[in-house]
């Protein structure tokens, strides 16, 4: 069965700091990973996704995630984040045998301060 | 467009009412879907429509009927709501149930039961 794992649920970090929120899933067939955001009151937007070829995938706000398939992980990562950045992070992922249905994991709450 | 698009934003309803809500999506895409989201946690995926017909339903209670009168709009009927039911609805839509592609998801309608 396949599952996702984010690790941490909250990430409290300063204003132009780096961040890396952290997702790890488990498939026995090839995946398909997505990082979605949600601000405050408002539907989930698509911020990245790995469906093949290369393994390092960018956003245009600056975030990257990289799919490692050895570790099984496809962390979320900004260099420099911004107060606006604060919001829920969720990691999904989908497979042949979930029907392509989107298994979300439990959410990172980043919170960016000044 | 690429917009995802649900009315109403926000809804109050008792235990006995009837209400409805809808989604709507013009990018062509044949599969749409319904999640009920609570606070703090990821959308649960609660009923997938592929090429206007019902393929999944996640054992969701009967006061919730799903219906998609044409491939570009997804409606939900109430009835009968219990408080517990009161959460963010979100309807989603992508190119198809068969691949692995993105989820577009709307605002979202607030829902809350009295």
């Known amino acids: 069965a396949q599952s996702v794992t984010q690790l941490d649920s909250q990430v409290p970090v300063f204003e132009e700091a780096p961040v890396e929120l952290r997702c790890n899933y488990s498939s026995s067939v090839s995946v398909y990973l997505f990082w979605y955001v949600q601000y405050p009151n408002q539907g989930l937007q698509l911020l990245l996704k790995?469906?093949?070829?290369?393994?390092l995938v960018e956003s245009i706000n600056g975030f990257e995630a990289e799919f490692n398939k050895s570790q099984t992980s496809f962390h979320l990562r900004k260099p420099s984040v911004h107060i606006s950045d604060t919001a829920e992070y969720f990691c999904a992922v989908s497979d042949l045998n979930s029907g392509y249905a989107l298994n979300f994991g439990k959410g990172t709450s980043l919170l960016v301060t000044p | 467009d690429t917009e995802v698009t649900q009315t109403p934003k926000h809804l109050v309803m008792g235990m006995t009412n009837k209400k409805s809500l809808k989604c709507e999506q013009h990018m062509g895409h044949r599969a749409m879907y319904w999640y009920k989201q609570k606070a703090k946690k990821p959308p649960e995926l609660m009923f997938v429509y592929s090429y206007e017909k019902l393929s999944i339903n996640e054992s969701v209670p009967s006061r919730f009927s799903p219906e998609c009168p044409n491939s570009s709009l997804l409606n939900l009927h109430l009835h009968a709501l219990q408080p517990e039911d009161s959460a963010l609805y979100l309807c989603?839509?992508?190119?198809?149930?068969?691949?692995?592609?993105?989820?577009?998801f709307g605002p979202g309608t607030r829902l809350t039961v009295l």
């Open positions: 790995y469906l093949s070829g290369s393994t």
């Open positions: 989603a839509s992508s190119q198809a149930r068969t691949s692995p592609t993105e989820q577009f």
